[in-house]
């Protein structure tokens, strides 16, 4: 059960309180990634029907006085991939769509003595998150060491905020877990430090994009700052957000500007980033502008950028644009773009890189819902388990490309008491040439994936893709790949994912196996085997593997523990985009443990080793948290 | 997420002021004049905090005068809530299979929702929350 808030009107920030019937909270909200409030749920089965109550306190949301509210109420029902609304429209792109959602009118009563207080608190109050680091560890691990830092958010409106953070934690221990216990629910972003979860909200998708190549800024691939300084807000139709950080020889900074009007059916956004570093600098202007139809869901978008600084060698070949236009609807979208990124167009701390959609890789998730709608056939699920072994199933850097990508996704719902409830069909194409003329990208993939009303899922994939290497052959990235799944898209999947096909100068085989169960209604077991065979012309072949097991309980008091063992082993096929040969590989054991406690103040975090390197000396890292003020994100 | 590249070049040191790109100028007067355009357009549009009049989903928020009971059923601490239906399926676009009922209120320090669902067969099976910390449960 989902309520959906917008307290500052269509523009305003997001806010989503989910529940289900075991009485399991979570929230999610557009002002910070890390948003964790505290809030009440309390749930109760009865027979054939359940009971979910919260209690969502005024104190955690940015309330700005604005009028009437939007609202919505959901229920996602995993075993008939059902969702019940309450607002809907012919025109509704998503549940959550806050252009089709309810109104929600005097909230906030001038009669009551109580919310006349909460009016008048225009503007929340401070938070200060002070964290300390320990880690033990053998001399070869770095020994004994700990650090100490803070950040602290002070409002100065009811949506407009100053950051700021002293030596903030890196080591992003909170993100470890995903990778020993990969959960259901994953984090949503990479970014942890709570500083950049706030200033770099903004730059995630912030110009419209289709089979979207550049990711303007990155701020996970920003060092952790000595200190850094930055605002982020809203204030009627534009957003805006920048910040400033010193680093070890190292400097960043970064400002983005967005607007939209009240009806939403226009935007415009412009950037501007730049990073300093010993002997270089960079820096990038990307704007972009879009439009909405709103009555038919029609859109056309356009966006220009330029790179400059030191990395920029041919300023004619340092420009970013593209041209693009569809329509997106509930089950279909169709899209087509013309894009242009010149081999000079190098955003700092971004990345360009184009999505391959290479055979046991993703189905395109429908963009109307941006992902993750529990109708999507499991291999679009696939990207939630990280392939740790390979970079297959991810993406290819390629800048100096100019071409077009067409992109199409249709989903038949049939009928919740059906034998099948849906079927999805995708399809893409893509063709780029670099500045000499010569084809440099190639794709064309197609897939199907049906579920069943047994829950029971399956997808098939089969397609081609080339790619032009460094050393400029022209050279397939194929996988044919077939998946199937069961209780897909709940807390207990398992599921198991084959794809062969030609790759770089050879053939590649490659197995995904997973299976989550419960032993207790609080505990989990969850066990991944994976393995990847490939086969150079002319070779023997090479065996690469990744298996992990791992057990997490959860205790009372939102305590949680996890121990897990993960191990890679063998040698590497080449990396997605490369026909480089691995000449050595590894045997890595690692052994994970992470607790959590979390009082209503304070956060704890105990683990050793990190999991995410493939050789660690043991180690322990503590992590203790204290919030004053409002704690985590709000 | 895919972890990026990070590229380097070295050359000849390129010191530019930012604000005298024309680049920068260009942009900015562009966007000014796109802003000022959409502006004017946007003013003949809804105001702000309103809500049209051809609106379906209107909910006024039923005032109560303290917290009603938090313990997984709806009693009688929260008469005077708003009742809403769940009454459409957004997957299948139709009626919903089951039914939902909403139960909405607010007092003075926050937003009251209880969720009523009928199911033939619960299946909820997580107890993790995104940030793997356990939640309450009751």
């Not at chain 1, 002002?31 to 890390?34: A, D, L, N, Q």
């Not at chain 1, 259901?184 to 430090?193: A, G």
């Not at chain 1, 990207?383 to 297959?392: A, D, F, M, N, Y």
């Given at each position: 059960m989902t309520t959906y808030l917008w307290p500052g009107g269509t523009n305003g920030y997001r806010y989503a309180f989910s529940a289900n019937a075991l009485g399991t909270r979570f929230a999610r909200s557009t002002?910070?990634?890390?948003f964790a409030p505290d809030f009440t749920v309390a749930a109760r089965i009865r027979g054939e029907y359940y009971v979910v109550t919260m209690h969502i306190p005024f104190a955690v949301l940015r309330i700005d006085g604005h009028g009437a509210w939007r609202v919505q109420f959901g229920r996602t029902v995993v075993k008939t991939r059902s969702d019940f609304e309450w607002a809907h429209s012919k025109r509704q792109t998503a549940v959550d769509d806050v252009l089709r959602a309810g109104y929600f009118t005097d909230v906030v009563s001038s009669t009551s003595k109580a919310h006349r207080a909460v009016a008048r608190t225009n503007v929340p109050a401070p938070s200060v998150q002070v964290d300390g680091v320990a880690r033990l560890g053998t001399l070869a691990a770095g020994g004994v060491a700990s650090r100490l830092g803070a950040t602290a958010n002070v409002p100065i409106t009811q949506g407009t905020a100053l950051l700021g953070t002293i030596d903030p934690d890196g080591s992003g221990i909170e993100t470890y877990q995903n990778l020993i216990a990969p959960t259901?629910?994953?984090?949503?972003?990479?970014?942890?430090?709570p500083f950049f979860a706030q200033t770099g909200a903004l730059f995630l998708n912030p110009v419209e994009c289709i089979l979207c190549p550049e990711n303007i800024l990155d701020t996970t691939t920003i060092p952790s700052p000595h200190d850094a300084f930055g605002v982020v807000g809203k204030e009627g139709t534009f957003a805006f957000s920048g910040f400033s950080d010193n680093g070890i020889a190292r400097h960043d900074d970064a400002q983005i500007v967005s607007y939209h009007n009240d009806a939403r059916s226009l935007s415009a956004t412009a950037i501007r980033t730049a990073a300093q570093l010993p002997g270089a600098t960079t820096g990038a202007v990307p704007t972009g502008v879009s439009a909405v139809k709103l009555r038919s869901n029609l859109f056309a978008y356009a966006t220009y950028g330029e790179a400059y600084g030191t990395v920029v060698t041919d300023r004619s070949r340092a420009t970013y644009g593209e041209v693009g236009a569809g329509i997106r609807e509930p089950q279909t979208f169709a899209e087509i773009v013309l894009r242009q990124i010149g081999r000079d167009f190098i955003a700092p701390a971004g990345s360009t890189v184009v999505p391959t959609l290479g055979g046991s890789g993703s189905v395109p998730q429908p963009v109307a819902r941006g992902g993750g709608s529990v109708s999507t056939p499991v291999a679009a699920r696939n990207?939630?388990?990280?392939?740790?072994?390979?970079?297959?199933n991810g993406s290819a850097s390629a800048t100096d490309i100019a071409g077009f990508g067409i992109n199409v996704n249709k989903q038949y719902n049939f009928s919740p008491n059906g034998r099948i409830l849906n079927v999805t069909l995708a399809g893409t194409l893509e063709r780029y040439r670099n500045a000499a003329h010569a084809r440099n990208i190639a794709t064309t993939v197609a897939q199907i994936g049906a579920t069943t009303h047994g829950n029971v899922s399956v997808s098939f994939s089969s397609g081609s893709q080339y790619l032009r290497v460094p050393d400029g052959r022209f050279r397939p990235f194929d996988q044919q790949g077939i998946g199937i799944g069961y209780l897909d898209g709940t807390a207990t999947p398992v599921d198991a994912f084959y794809s062969a096909g030609r790759y770089a100068d050879g053939f590649l085989r490659s197995w995904v196996r997973r299976a989550v169960v419960k032993p207790t209604t609080r505990s989990s077991l969850i066990a991944e085997f994976d393995d990847q065979r490939y086969r150079p012309d002319g070779s023997g072949v090479r065996t690469q593997y990744l298996q992990r097991v791992a057990y997490e309980e959860q205790f009372p008091g939102d305590s949680s523990a996890v121990i897990g063992i993960f191990r890679t082993a063998g040698i590497a096929p080449p990396t997605l985009g490369t026909t480089t040969l691995a000449t050595t590989g590894g045997d890595a054991l690692n052994l994970d443990t992470r607790t959590t406690t979390a009082a209503a103040a304070t956060k704890c975090m105990r683990r050793s080793v990190n999991p995410s390197l493939l050789a660690t000396s043991p180690q322990m890292l503590l992590k203790y948290i204290y919030y004053f003020g409002p704690v985590r994100g709000t | 997420m895919t972890s990026p590249e990070t590229r380097r070049r070295r050359g000849q040191a390129h010191i530019v002021s930012f604000t005298n790109r024309p680049l920068v100028r260009n942009s900015a007067c562009a966007i000014g004049a796109l802003l000022t355009i959409v502006s004017a357009t946007s003013a003949r549009a809804a105001e702000p905090g309103g809500v049209p009049a051809e609106a379906a989903f209107v909910l006024d928020a039923p005032q109560l005068s303290e917290e009603p009971n938090m313990r997984g059923e709806v009693d009688a601490s929260w008469e005077g809530a708003k009742r809403l239906q769940l009454d459409w399926d957004f997957a299948y676009q139709r009626d919903p299979r089951d039914q939902t009922a909403v139960y909405v209120a607010v007092d003075p320090r926050g937003i009251d929702v209880a969720f009523v669902a009928q199911a033939d067969a619960i299946t909820a099976r997580s107890t993790r929350t995104t940030r793997g910390t356990a939640s309450t449960t009751r």
């Open positions: 002002v910070s990634s890390t259901v629910f994953p984090l949503p972003v990479s970014e942890v430090r990207g939630s388990v990280p392939i740790v072994i390979s970079g297959l | -």
